[in-house]
């Protein structure tokens, strides 16, 4: 008896070597696309973010006349800056209005998210229509609040006289001035802060409110032990963000001075952003008003780690 023995063919783990320049291709597609696709907003932020921050942390220590010669200042801007009472002025209105505009705002935006965020008829309709005050144009707004608070036939006034009260000329004076700019800060803002706060409304899990419910917690008490605490990521942004709008605020102050920069007469209304064009643009200053830009931001700074502690702190972080 014979026994045809065939053995089988011993397979092997090597790959077909591939040829050099399909290697390079493939190792280019896994490891540079990424970086190539992303790239866009890097060299954008490159060209429109870093290069005008060091081009003004660089002529703000010259003397630099925009129609005459450059001189080495070193921190001579900043020295000045610093006992410059018309910059303190600016400061303290940008720092008042602020305050008059955010902390209003964010309480009307989180409690408007919330109204938005139950069962509605025409839903969608009612929440796309909270962003209508964002897409109106700057100068309509402006030119709207300015007639709401004329002083001779202002709607304002005359609601006032009807209590009792006197008019108001609300450019000539310095907190009738922020209250009005406050207004038309708050008018146009709130219904952008409050549908993101409906979009964070809407990541919360709906079984913990089933949860509360069914313990017995009322829906105040489901806002304030659940909601505020669920929200706190999205109200950092809010925060965060208003901060860094508020503190550099510009429209609407120059466009309810007619365009003007002063920020009226003895300049009551007058930001620190109006006070940097004035500088730069007007007096033609401009290593003085980029000196002022900086300390600008370095008040953002300072604004913005403030309210995010404020902020965890409300959710509870320690």
Same mark, same amino acid.
């Given at each position: 008896?014979? #026994?045809?023995?065939?053995? &089988?063919?011993? &397979?092997t783990n090597r790959r077909r070597a591939r040829p050099p320049g399909r290697l390079w291709r493939s190792r280019l597609d896994v490891k540079a696309m990424p970086y190539a696709l992303v790239s866009p907003y890097f060299l954008l932020f490159a060209a429109f973010g870093l290069f005008p921050l060091a081009f003004t942390l660089y002529y703000s220590l010259y003397d630099y006349d925009l129609a005459g010669d450059t001189k080495w200042a070193g921190l001579g801007n900043y020295a000045a800056l610093l006992t410059d009472e018309d910059f303190w002025?600016?400061?303290? $209105?940008?720092?008042?209005? #602020?305050?008059?505009?955010?902390?209003?705002?964010?309480?009307?935006?989180? #409690?408007?998210?919330?109204?938005? $965020?139950?069962?509605?008829?025409?839903?969608?309709?009612? &929440?796309?229509?909270?962003? @209508?005050?964002?897409?109106?144009?700057?100068? =309509?707004?402006?030119?709207v609040f300015t007639q709401l608070f004329a002083r001779d036939w202002g709607l304002v006034n005359w609601v006032l006289g009807m209590f009792g009260g006197e008019k108001t000329?609300?450019? =000539?004076? &310095?907190?009738?001035?922020?209250?009005?700019?406050?207004?038309?800060?708050?008018?146009?803002?709130?219904?952008? $802060?409050?549908?993101?706060?409906? =979009? +964070?409304?809407?990541?919360?899990?709906?079984? @913990?409110y089933e949860a509360a419910a069914i313990d017995g917690a009322s829906r105040r008490r489901q806002f304030w032990q659940i909601t505020l605490p669920?929200?706190?990521?999205?109200?950092?942004?809010?925060?965060? $963000?208003?901060?860094? +709008?508020?503190?550099?605020?510009?429209s609407e102050p120059t466009t309810f001075y007619n365009g003007n920069v002063d920020g009226g007469s003895q300049g009551q209304?007058?930001?620190?952003a109006m006070f940097v064009v004035k500088q730069g643009f007007r007096e033609f200053d401009y290593g003085y008003a980029a000196a002022a830009a900086w300390l600008l931001f370095l008040l953002i700074l300072i604004g913005a780690a403030v309210n995010f502690l404020f902020v965890r702190r409300i959710g509870g972080a320690k």
């Amino acid at each position: 008896m014979s #026994f045809d023995f065939h053995p &089988r063919p011993v &397979r092997t783990n090597r790959r077909r070597a591939r040829p050099p320049g399909r290697l390079w291709r493939s190792r280019l597609d896994v490891k540079a696309m990424p970086y190539a696709l992303v790239s866009p907003y890097f060299l954008l932020f490159a060209a429109f973010g870093l290069f005008p921050l060091a081009f003004t942390l660089y002529y703000s220590l010259y003397d630099y006349d925009l129609a005459g010669d450059t001189k080495w200042a070193g921190l001579g801007n900043y020295a000045a800056l610093l006992t410059d009472e018309d910059f303190w002025n600016a400061v303290t $209105n940008t720092v008042g209005i #602020f305050l008059l505009a955010t902390i209003p705002q964010m309480l009307m935006a989180l #409690f408007l998210a919330n109204a938005l $965020n139950k069962k509605l008829r025409w839903r969608l309709p009612i &929440r796309m229509s909270v962003l @209508l005050p964002l897409v109106t144009s700057v100068v =309509a707004v402006a030119v709207v609040f300015t007639q709401l608070f004329a002083r001779d036939w202002g709607l304002v006034n005359w609601v006032l006289g009807m209590f009792g009260g006197e008019k108001t000329n609300w450019r =000539a004076e &310095r907190f009738p001035s922020w209250l009005a700019i406050a207004a038309m800060v708050d008018w146009r803002w709130t219904g952008y $802060n409050a549908i993101i706060f409906l =979009a +964070g409304m809407q990541t919360i899990p709906k079984d @913990l409110y089933e949860a509360a419910a069914i313990d017995g917690a009322s829906r105040r008490r489901q806002f304030w032990q659940i909601t505020l605490p669920m929200l706190r990521p999205t109200m950092i942004f809010v925060v965060l $963000n208003s901060t860094i +709008g508020g503190l550099t605020l510009f429209s609407e102050p120059t466009t309810f001075y007619n365009g003007n920069v002063d920020g009226g007469s003895q300049g009551q209304f007058q930001t620190v952003a109006m006070f940097v064009v004035k500088q730069g643009f007007r007096e033609f200053d401009y290593g003085y008003a980029a000196a002022a830009a900086w300390l600008l931001f370095l008040l953002i700074l300072i604004g913005a780690a403030v309210n995010f502690l404020f902020v965890r702190r409300i959710g509870g972080a320690k």
